[in-house]
């Protein structure tokens, strides 16, 4: 399956993006990265400069057409930059449109609020989202890793990188093995 992992440019926790994508590629799935501009996105061990990753894809170029699920890292600066840009929300709103699967995890759940898809679902997040989650009508829940089946598409959520492992488990049964 091609599972598309939706970043800007920079802000992007790495380990979130990382290990999501060692799990995807080990279990046979065809991951690619689709970020707001073309290059190399730079990514953050939390405050410092981690590595840069190389853009296969601009989210203007983008459709879900052409993948099986959307897959949104975290970070704080991440989904806040993604959610001011009209191609990548509308991205995310087409996947759920299309009933695929939607994976976010720490703050990348801002991404389905400013999408208008976690209305009525039950989702986690890193504790601060909570309200904001609350506030754009979800069922907010502590937990390792969530997966809501009883929309319109599957999403799945997580709270931080230690739920990681939790995170890689459900996205991958919610994928089909």
Known sequence: MRIAFLLAPEGVE?????????????????????STRAGRIQAFDHLDKADTFQ???TVDEASAEEYDALLL???????????????AVRLVKTFSEAGKLI???CHAPWMLIEADVVRDRT????????????????????????????GPNPIV?????????AFNETVLAQLGG
């Open 14 to 34: 790495e380990i979130e993006l990382t290990e999501p994508w060692k799990a995807m590629t080990d279990a046979g799935h065809t991951p690619r990265l689709v």
């Open 55 to 57: 853009v296969d894809q």
């Open 123 to 150: 989702v986690t997040s890193w504790p601060s989202l909570e309200t904001d989650l609350r506030n754009a009508g979800a069922d907010w829940v502590d937990e390792e890793a969530v997966a809501d089946v009883d």
């Open 157 to 165: 959520t997580s709270r931080k990188p230690d739920d990681l492992k």
């Open 103 to 105: 994976a976010a995890i």
């Open 73 to 87: 890292p975290g970070g704080v600066a991440n989904p806040d930059l993604l959610r001011l840009d009209d191609d």
